[in-house]
């Protein structure tokens, strides 16, 4: 039966996408390659499931990064209690045939909205690294020593971690918004505002909210 190591090599930005969305360079490796030692055991096919968590914990923060995750965990005078793992995506991979060892792209879509505790997490953070954890689970279809056709799944215990790099996460996201945020509104909320900045004809979303701020409207940027 096959016994699967998982490790990411790192991750990139995929530059063509309709969303947001970083490749983890994902390294499988068959360390039970079977009995024939100079022809490794075939996987034929892996349904591979992952879920990738958040551990704020195996970090250190800067007094501006500890202002900003205020709103996730409170006050850094609490963070022995708030500091949890937290869930930042599900993804899934079809990993074609190998034997031995393969390289594969894991797809993880990535969102800009500031109601999702993960988001919140990584604008907040100046630079340095976002600690992650990998867990995997799904479906092996593999060679068995007579050549039959096996099926196996892969233990619950199966993880890998990996450090993933401010900067790529800021990289992505400034391709796809360049110098934007997202924020998403209640309905009602957005009525009255659109309302205020029609009647004071204002030419942007950013003007109307400059002036309920108190600030200065920016003209329109060509």
């Not at 500091?83 to 894991?106: C, D, I, K, Y």
């Not at 233990?155 to 400034?174: G, H, I, N, T, Y």
Request: hydrophobic residues 40%; proline residues 9%; aromatic residues 12%.
């Amino acid at each position: 039966m096959p016994d699967l190591s998982f490790q990411v090599e790192k991750a990139e930005p995929v530059s063509f996408a309709a969303s947001p969305l970083l490749n983890f360079s994902l390294r499988i490796t068959d360390k039970e390659p079977g009995e024939n030692v100079d022809a490794p055991r075939t996987i034929h096919s892996i349904a591979l499931r992952c879920q990738i968590r958040i551990e704020p914990t195996k970090r250190k923060y800067e007094p501006r990064e500890q202002e900003h995750l205020a709103d996730l965990f409170g006050e850094p005078s609490r963070w022995g209690q708030t500091l949890r793992s937290m869930l930042w995506a599900h993804t899934s991979l079809v990993v074609p045939p190998f034997a031995g060892s393969t390289l594969v792209e894991l797809p993880v879509p990535c969102t800009f909205d500031f109601n999702v505790a993960a988001t919140k997490y990584f604008y907040a953070l100046g630079d340095g690294e976002v600690p992650l954890l990998l867990l995997f689970s799904g479906t092996i279809f593999f060679a068995g020593d007579d050549g039959a056709l096996q099926v196996a799944q892969i233990p619950w215990e199966k993880e890998a971690s990996f450090r993933l790099p401010v900067p790529v996460w800021k990289r992505m996201m400034d391709h796809y918004y360049p110098n934007t945020a997202w924020l998403c509104l209640r309905q009602d909320l957005f009525d009255r505002l659109n309302q205020y900045k029609s009647k004071r004809s204002l030419p942007t979303w950013e003007a109307a909210l400059e002036e309920l701020l108190g600030e200065p409207a920016e003209r329109v940027r060509p």
